[in-house]
């Protein structure tokens, strides 16, 4: 396959001229990012939630409005080497998974992050077995937070649809060339249609270049060597290669949100979003679509004078330091909310607050840090549950509960 050839469309099949609406889910969106990115080479094998992503992939193949390779593995682990054979040689690729479907791959996932290939995955994120479960939880996903991939969380369909570009753009980039998972929870975003802006093809074509390998690409006329064995040799150096490009990650992603700012109109703030923070003296901070009934509980708190913000994080690797100090600084205690855990961890905090603490340690007056278990296996978090956590967070700010401990919420005796 040759750089040319990898990325060409259909000279035949119409380009869209213009942003329509669509009524769909967050399965949806993303399947509608693949085509938009055009993406050669999807791999699928079915696991819930994330198997409604390769469905709507495969109607639209069907339909006539995708072209695309498109290859049913015989399980996670093979759909994950074969896309990643396939970026190496030059094509753009998508896959996914869930939960222990995506453990299943992990040797893959390993090897994509240390080659250096732009792979761009969505995780429908799902709690692990055993005991067996359908539902949310973001352990899945958060297990590759340290071998180099850039991971991030979406909060809504139209979220999905934008980030998945991003994904591309950022991955893609001679900068970066590092793989990027898209969590998207599964069934609250998953199986839930929302109202969502499909950019036209013209839009995303001025947003998205081709993916071009240049000279790291595999092919006959160019004899260069993939995943060579460095033992002692070379594989610090590497590391460090790889550590360099997860810094650039950082600016590659500021880019292209203010491109995708100034082309689509909307995008907001890079890696968090915050909500009602101005003269917040009490935050909340979570990922995904947690949100909704944060946002909810906060603008009824708001409304009897109580002063309470939110900060959704929304790219987790790289992890967002310098935002999270700015947007929490002045506040007198933070309250977090872990859709995940992490068991004999310090202060036996979810995977998140553990982050946080690190990342607001080198700050002047920093706040106290309440941390919080809630929805774990899809279980819902609802507004009167972040009622009952900011009261609790106030009370770690004036000295009334201890902080050093972690608080499992909405947890039946």
Known sequence: MSPKTATARNPDKPRDT???????????????????ADVDVITAYPIRPYDTVMQYVAGMISNGDFDCEYIVAESEHSQFEIVKHASAVGARVFVGSSGVGWFYAFEALAVTAGLRLPMVAMVGNRALDDPGAFGVEHNDAL???????????????QEALDTALIAYRVAEDTRVRLPCAISCDG????????????PSQKMVDSFLPPYDRGDKQLHPDNPITIAPQANED???????????????????????????????GRGGEPFIERYMMEDAEIALVGMGTLAMPVKVAVRKMRAQGKKVGFVRVRWFRPFPTIELQDALKGVKAVGVIDRDYGFGS??????LANELRAALYPSKNRPKIASFIAGLGGREVTADNVVEITGLTRDAGNGKLDDQDTIWIGVRE
């Not at 399965?27 to 938009?36: D, F, M, T, V």
């Open 346 to 351: 310090g202060f036996h905090s979810g995977v």
């Open 187 to 198: 069934a609250f975003l998953t199986h839930s249609q929302a109202i969502v802006k499909v």
């Open 234 to 264: 070379w594989l610090m150096e590497m590391r460090k290669q790889n550590d360099m490009a997860a810094r650039r990650a950082r600016g590659v992603i500021i880019e292209a949100y203010e491109d995708l700012n100034k082309k689509f």
């Open 143 to 157: 297990a590759v937070r340290d071998l180099g991939w850039m991971l991030c969380w979406v909060e809504t369909a």
């Open 18 to 36: 213009g942003e329509h609406e669509e009524l769909i889910s967050g399965s949806e969106a993303i399947a509608h990012a693949c085509r938009l």
